[in-house]
């Protein structure tokens, strides 16, 4: 299914105001950034935190990540045209960003926890975590990533399909 180019009425001085491609796709191209980053970060975190010796730099997640940050990120897609909207500046953003993550965080580690199919625990590693769910020393990541998460919404906003020829003939 074809959707419509990006019109003029959904950008305001360059950034977009409502989201212009559909939300499956919003959906999948935010879960695979998000993805991708966390196995960017965990292969780094892990070089560092192992005396920086495994050149290997082997990142890791779960499949159960995918869906969360899917669903996550489209869901502060819509805190993201909100607070542009009304005019909260960008830390403000940011620290709405950053409680959204823990919650949405602790929200499925909850789910996730009993099935033993959470695939973090932060309780080994840091003094200021719930149940080792949430930890307080990765505020500022979250925050930073939040704001970060802006320009995802943008590029993926700015994106438009236009099919082919041939794919038009099979719609």
Same mark, same amino acid.
């Given at each position: 299914m074809a959707t419509a180019a990006v019109s003029s009425t959904h950008l305001h001085a360059g950034v977009p105001q409502g989201p212009v491609v559909a939300w499956p796709y919003r959906t999948m191209f935010y879960?695979?950034? #998000?993805? +991708?980053? %966390? /196995? /960017?970060? @965990?292969?780094?975190?892990? +070089? /560092?935190?192992g005396g920086m010796i495994d050149l290997r730099l082997r990142g890791y997640s779960s499949i159960w990540s995918f869906f969360i940050y899917g669903v996550s990120m489209t869901l502060m897609e819509k805190s993201y045209f909100? !607070?542009?909207?009304?005019?909260?500046? !960008?830390?403000?953003?940011? !620290?709405?960003?950053?409680? #959204? @993550?823990?919650?949405? %965080?602790? !929200?499925f580690g909850l789910v996730l926890k009993p099935l033993?199919?959470? #695939?973090w625990d932060y309780s080994k590693q840091f003094t200021y975590h719930y149940h080792g769910l949430i930890a307080l020393e990765y505020a500022p990541l979250w925050f930073i990533s939040g /704001?970060?998460? %802006? &320009?995802?919404i943008d590029v993926c906003n700015r994106m438009t &399909?236009?099919?082919t020829p041939q794919a038009r003939k099979k719609e």
């Open positions: 879960a695979i950034c #998000s993805f +991708y980053m %966390e /196995v /960017v970060w @965990t292969a780094i975190f892990d +070089y /560092v935190a909100a !607070l542009r909207k009304r005019g909260f500046g !960008l830390p403000i953003r940011g !620290l709405v960003y950053m409680m #959204s @993550t823990f919650a949405v %965080e602790l !929200l033993n199919a959470n #695939s /704001v970060l998460f %802006e &320009y995802q &399909y236009r099919a």
